[in-house]
C-alpha cells in the first residue's frame, strides 16, 4: 500500500511527514491536519440540488472549513525522538497507536 511505503520512507530519512487526512497517519505518516472527509460529504447534496434547480455553479458560495483535526501517530512520533511530540499529543484530537 502507497501509504505504508511513504511512512516508511519518511521514517527511514527520519523526516516528519505531515497529510491532512487522518488516513495517513494510521499508515504510519506522524499527523495529519485537516478537515474530516465526512464534514465535506455532507454538504454534497446542498450543491447538487442548487444545480438541479438551476443555479448556475460560479453563483454557488465557495465555503471553508470551520474545524479541522490533528491526528499523531504516537509509534512514529516515539521513533522519530520528537521531543516536542508531548505537546502535540495534548493538542491532537485523535493519538493513533
Not at 470551520?66 to 516536542?84: C, E, G, M
Amino acid at each position: 500500500m502507497a501509504r505504508a511505503r511513504l511512512a516508511k520512507l519518511a521514517l527511514d530519512h527520519r523526516v516528519a511527514a505531515v497529510n491532512d487526512r487522518r488516513e495517513t497517519v494510521q499508515g504510519g505518516l506522524l499527523m495529519s491536519y485537516g478537515d474530516r472527509v465526512v464534514d465535506s460529504m455532507q454538504r454534497i447534496p446542498y450543491y447538487v440540488d442548487r444545480i438541479f434547480r438551476g443555479t448556475k455553479p460560479a453563483d454557488l458560495p465557495v465555503e471553508r472549513r470551520q474545524k479541522f483535526y490533528l491526528a499523531v501517530n504516537l509509534k512514529t512520533a516515539k521513533a522519530l525522538d520528537s521531543r516536542s511530540h508531548h505537546r502535540l499529543l495534548l493538542r491532537a484530537d485523535q493519538v493513533i497507536e
